[in-house]
């Protein structure tokens, strides 16, 4: 059972950077699905940015320009630049991954919103940004 292990978390002001990194444990992935959700207090769990393999990305609207989606590395290790930060970005931050294919495929299967239902995810990381 792959595993995931999400860091780089923490409390920072308004326009400040924060990047979270999220580790595979250790196997040899060549073809994935890799995202990043937030969960804010009292919200529904959303995608903000996914990437795969062939280096396929998407970003939520309201993080276009700000965040970037990166991956490191066979073994994987996937990250999340986040720049400008804003309260509105406040909330639980969670990787997923699928190993089995990339996301288009992914989507095709299960649809657009449950890329990540047969995949793994993490334990998630709090991510506060004041004002």
């Known amino acids: 059972q792959v595993q995931l292990a999400e860091s780089g978390g923490g409390s920072v002001q308004a326009g400040g950077s924060l990047k979270l990194s999220c580790a595979a444990s250790?196997?040899?992935?060549?073809?994935?699905?890799m995202g990043w959700f937030r969960q804010a207090p009292g919200e529904e769990r959303e995608a903000v940015a996914r990437?795969?393999?062939?280096?396929?990305?998407f970003y939520k609207d309201s993080v276009k320009g700000r965040f970037t989606i990166s991956t490191d590395g066979v073994k994987i290790t996937l990250f999340l630049q986040m720049n400008s930060l804003q309260p509105e970005d406040t909330g639980v931050y969670y990787c997923?991954?699928?190993?089995?294919?990339?996301?288009?495929?992914?989507?095709?299967?299960?649809?657009?919103?449950?890329?990540?239902?047969?995949?793994?995810w993490g334990q998630g990381t709090q991510v506060t940004v004041s004002s």
């Open positions: 997923a991954a699928d190993f089995t294919s990339r996301c288009e495929r992914l989507a095709q299967l299960y649809g657009d919103d449950n890329i990540f239902n047969g995949g793994t």
């Open positions: 250790n196997y040899f992935f060549m073809s994935y699905c």
């Open positions: 990437i795969d393999s062939d280096g396929n990305t």
